[in-house]
C-alpha cells in the first residue's frame, strides 16, 4: 500500500457515521488474536517441558547421590562393626596368651 | 450470570480459554471502539488504539488478577492507559496549527497527521470530495475502506469480476484525490 492509498483510507473512513467498527475488521483482529493467545499457550508449554525436562534429570541425580549415599553409610557401618569385632578378638587372643602363659608357670 | 459460572469464566479467562475469549472479544471490541471514538473521532486511529489494547490484553492474560476486578474493568484499565500514551505522544508533536489545507494537498507523500483527519473541516471535505464522484466510485470506496470487504466480496456484491473491482478502485481512488485537492484549491482561494 502507498502512501496515497493509505490517506486515502483514512480519509474515506471519516465518512462513516456509524460509531461502530466494520465487521471485517472485528473477525479479522478477533481471529488475530485468538490466534497469539495460541502460539502463546504452545510457548508456556514448551517452556514447562523444558523445565520438567531440567526437574527430571536433577530428580535422577539426586536419586543417585541418595543411594551412593546409603550405599557409603552401610559399607562404613559394616567396616566399623567388623573392627570392632576384629578389636574383640585381638583382646580375647591376648588376654586367652597371658592366661596360657601365666598357666604354664604355675603348673 | 451466576457467581460460580462467573468464576470458572474468570479462571477459563486467565488461562486463555479461547471460546471464553472469542465470547469477550466479541463482545468488547465494539465498546473499546466507541470509547477511543468518542475520545478522539478517528476511525482509523480508533481501530489502532482497539488492535493495540487487544494484543496488549493477549500478551498480559497471564497477568490477569480476577480478585482485582473482572476482565471487561480490566481491558479498558488497559485502554485507558493506551489513551495516556496517546496524549503524551501527542504532547510531543507539533501541531498543524490549522493549515489542514496544505497536509491533504501532501496526502501523495506524507501520512496525515491524525489532528488533520480529526477536525470537522476535514471530515466536511472528503464528505463532498464523494459526493462528487460517480456512484460506482463511491460505492467501492465506502466498500473497501468503510466496510473493509475484500476484493472478491465486492466482486459478488457488484456482479463484475475481481480484477474490474481492482481497476474500479484504482481509478475511483484517483478520482477522490483529485476532487479533494480541487475542494482543498477552491477553500484556500476562499
Known amino acids: ?26 473477525k479479522s483482529l478477533i481471529n488475530n488474536a485468538l490466534g497469539e493467545l495460541k502460539q502463546l499457550k504452545i510457548a508456556k508449554k514448551q ?61 | 450470570m451466576t457467581d460460580g459460572s462467573e468464576q470458572l469464566s474468570q479462571a477459563g479467562f486467565a488461562e486463555g480459554d479461547a471460546d471464553i475469549w472469542r465470547a469477550f472479544l466479541d463482545r468488547e471490541i465494539p465498546l473499546l471502539y466507541g470509547m477511543f471514538m468518542n475520545r478522539w473521532p478517528n476511525p482509523s486511529l480508533a481501530e489502532e488504539l482497539v488492535q493495540k489494547t487487544v494484543f496488549d490484553a493477549v500478551r498480559g492474560c497471564g497477568s490477569y488478577d480476577p480478585s482485582k476486578g473482572n476482565p471487561e474493568e480490566w481491558i479498558f484499565g488497559i485502554a485507558r492507559n493506551n489513551i495516556r500514551l496517546e496524549m503524551r505522544k501527542r504532547a510531543s508533536q507539533p501541531s498543524v496549527n490549522g493549515d489542514i489545507s496544505r497536509c491533504l494537498e501532501l496526502i501523495d507523500s506524507k501520512p496525515l497527521p491524525n489532528e488533520v483527519l480529526e477536525r470537522k473541516e476535514t471530515s466536511v471535505i472528503v464528505h463532498s470530495a464523494l459526493n462528487r464522484l460517480e456512484s460506482k ?47 482543498v484549491s477552491l477553500h484556500k482561494k476562499e
Open chain 1, 47 to 107: 517452556e514447562i517441558m523444558k523445565v520438567s525436562w531440567w526437574e527430571k534429570a536433577a530428580g535422577w541425580a539426586a536419586m543417585f547421590a541418595a543411594a551412593c549415599g546409603a550405599w557409603l553409610a552401610i559399607t562404613v557401618s559394616a567396616l566399623l562393626k567388623i573392627n570392632f569385632f576384629l578389636e574383640a578378638i585381638v583382646v580375647l587372643t591376648t588376654f586367652f596368651n597371658w592366661l596360657t602363659y601365666l598357666g604354664g608357670r604355675v603348673l
Open chain 2, 137 to 183: 466510485e463511491q460505492a467501492i470506496l465506502k466498500a473497501k475502506y468503510i466496510e473493509g470487504l475484500p476484493a472478491r466480496d465486492i466482486a459478488q456484491q457488484m456482479g463484475v469480476k475481481e480484477k474490474a473491482v481492482h481497476n474500479l478502485l484504482y481509478r475511483a481512488r484517483i478520482s477522490l484525490r483529485e476532487e479533494l485537492k480541487r475542494i
Open chain 1, 1 to 26: 500500500m502507498t502512501q496515497s492509498d493509505e490517506n486515502i483510507s483514512r480519509l474515506v473512513k471519516l465518512d462513516d457515521d456509524s460509531n461502530k467498527p466494520n465487521k471485517a475488521f472485528v
